[in-house]
């Protein structure tokens, strides 16, 4: 299993070279001066310069590059130009945001698309089934945009039950420790804070989390399909086993690893899913600040942001990957 | 040579019999062909021009005269919509076109040359699929400038690596094959064996792979373009439209609600073709 992680871990290194490569051509590739973009066309010379300083782009491009890589080494990657704070501190400010809504959202699309998939499979081809089905390829259909409007229109603006934005009522008082609100009002025992932090994340987990749950929900259904067909679950019915245990202790443990491979693949979708739902939803996490920056043209903040998503991103699917072992024994890592 | 002619369009027809015998291909077949008409003949349908301001019409409510009400222009919404339908299969032809060519030309090198060919060339494809893809696409349209034809393009960049894996996996499967082995031995070189054995014998997940793309495609360039970062004002983008939508949700919900419903209603149609194919040219079934 070591061997395994370690080659896999080398295995990674070239895409990394290589992501790193196109995050630093980013850059180079906008058309025009890079720091007249930055700037618009209204900038002064001087300014221009100093950006062009500030940037290194008077370089040669290789050593550009080296100089770039360095950095990161030193866990440097850059000032923000927005504001003027390093890319790395902005994004540790952040980050927490983004992962309390992305384990939230996960919870939801697992704890519901989870059982709708094993209900659907055990009722095939009931009303039940067809209901749920189209419901979930609706759901794989649904913008989450649209979605994250229609929660806001129905239960924050109509209904008044539910914030619709930022992730803590004006007012509430919380100190920061992890900068996962949820677990910090746990840590502080603030339970005014922690309901208030919950509410607001119901809205946005929901938008985000519904498309990964209908994409659960109909890998759960045809993965449990296929295993209630085989002849071990015949046997076990016919030693006389009541169907709960049929369903969850021999069915759903086989049917397990198609459903954690796209369990492990909807973290790409709920990250990229995550700016969407962050601009909606004025969350303060990483893909409202990346997209701010986009629009304010703060390249060295975009290069940092989409640099810290794609290694994130890559080491969960690694991650995703190993933990295959774990609920299937019968693989083994060579 | 005939009776090869007549095989493969057997093939075909028999896929297309088994599509519109399956309940979802059928139902997105009926859905496309809905799309299409309204795309093709949306001067025809269309009430107003969709871009056809009067402020004095500010959100109007949906009536008789706005069946979808009207926008912050005063802009008919069912008029957009229609004319949006153009966009979005614009957007889901073109960029998907991008990826299958593209994508197929570099799965085919992959997967039939092999060795540093192969490995040179998914590396790449690793790499692009170690962003999450619509981010991969935003920093596509960050460098290129927030414009349709850029959405486009990124999209279309964004898929090439699906569609080079699913191409590549086929290509692998099939190259050892007997027929392959006696095309070469009747002296058939590398492109023949490519564009007459290999590209044919590979076409059923390549169909399905298209038809799914299409609908995710129409997805993400909704998404770029409700982030200022595809279609800009005052073109009829559904996506477009839901990001003018934000500011207006409590005064005017509609204007959010239809052009949302129109774009699941195009995704939807394209998933359930792709589903339905998928099962029509599954010859296990």
Request: charge should be positive; charged fraction near 15%; include cysteine.
């Amino acid at each position: 299993m070591l061997n395994y992680i370690i080659k896999r871990l080398f295995a990674l290194i070239p895409v990394l070279i290589g992501v790193l490569i196109l995050i630093f051509l980013l850059i180079h590739f906008i058309p025009g001066d890079p720091a007249i973009s930055m700037l618009g066309e209204k900038a002064s010379k001087e300014q221009v310069a100093e950006i062009r300083e500030s940037l290194g782009l008077n370089e040669a491009l290789h050593i550009q590059f080296f100089r770039y890589v360095n950095r990161l080494f030193h866990l440097d990657m850059g000032r923000s130009i927005l504001t003027r704070n390093q890319v790395l501190v902005e994004i540790s400010n952040r980050f927490p945001a983004t992962v309390e809504l992305t384990i939230f959202a996960m919870i939801f699309a697992v704890g519901i698309g989870v059982p709708i998939g094993i209900l659907s499979a055990i009722n095939h081809n009931s009303w039940f089934d067809t209901l749920c089905m189209v419901g979930a390829l609706i759901g794989v259909s649904m913008p989450i945009f649209w979605l994250g409007l229609m929660l806001i229109w129905l239960f924050a603006v109509n209904l008044g039950l539910l914030p619709s934005s930022s992730r803590l009522t004006i007012g509430i008082e919380l100190n920061n420790i992890t900068n996962l609100y949820i677990l910090d009002s746990i840590l502080q025992g603030n339970f005014k804070a922690f309901i208030d932090s919950l509410k607001h994340l119901i809205l946005p987990s929901i938008a985000l989390g519904s498309i990964p749950m209908s994409m659960i929900a109909r890998m759960t259904r045809s993965s449990m399909l296929e295993v209630i067909k085989k002849d071990y679950i015949r046997t076990a019915y016919a030693k006389g086993l009541k169907n709960r245990v049929v369903i969850y202790k021999h069915a759903l443990k086989n049917a397990l690893i198609p459903i954690i491979t796209v369990i492990g693949l909807q973290v790409g979708i709920l990250l990229g899913g995550a700016i969407l739902t962050e601009t909606i939803f004025s969350w303060p996490g990483l893909g409202k600040f990346l997209i701010d920056a986009i629009y304010k043209r703060d390249y060295p903040t975009v290069q940092g942001v989409v640099l810290f998503f794609s290694l994130v991103f890559v080491l969960v699917n690694l991650f995703v990957d190993l933990l295959y072992t774990t609920v299937d024994p019968r693989i083994e890592y060579n | 040579m005939a009776n090869n002619f007549n095989q493969s369009s057997n093939l075909w027809v028999d896929t297309w019999f088994k599509l519109i015998k399956n309940n979802v291909g059928r139902i997105g077949l009926i859905f496309l062909c809905i799309l299409l008409f309204i795309a093709i003949f949306a001067p025809l349908i269309a009430p107003y021009d969709p871009l056809d301001d009067n402020l004095m019409n500010r959100y109007k409510a949906p009536s008789k005269d706005h069946w979808m009400g009207t926008d912050e222009m005063g802009r008919d919404i069912l008029s957009r919509i229609i004319y949006g339908s153009r966009i979005s299969l614009k957007v889901g032809l073109l960029s998907i076109s991008v990826a299958l060519v593209f994508g197929t030309l570099l799965g085919i090198l992959a997967g039939f040359y092999g060795g540093m060919v192969d490995m040179l060339i998914m590396r790449v494809m690793d790499i692009m699929l170690a962003f999450p893809s619509i981010l991969l696409a935003i920093t596509i349209v960050t460098i290129l400038g927030p414009q349709l034809k850029n959405a486009i393009l990124a999209i279309g960049i964004i898929n090439i690596p699906r569609f080079a894996r699913v191409i590549r996996s086929s290509v692998i499967s099939i190259r050892e094959s007997e027929y392959i082995d006696a095309a070469r031995a009747l002296g058939a070189n590398d492109i023949r064996i490519i564009v007459f054995h290999l590209l044919p014998n590979s076409l059923a997940p390549l169909i399905v792979q298209s038809t799914l793309g299409i609908a995710e495609a129409i997805l993400e360039a909704a998404a770029l373009s409700f982030l200022g970062l595809g279609a800009q004002p005052p073109q009829p983008e559904w996506g477009a439209m839901l990001s003018d939508a934000r500011s207006a949700l409590q005064r005017a919900p509609w204007v959010a609600t239809f052009p949302g419903l129109a774009i699941i209603f195009g995704v939807f149609g394209f998933n359930l073709l792709g589903d339905g194919l998928r099962d029509a040219l599954d010859p296990k079934i």
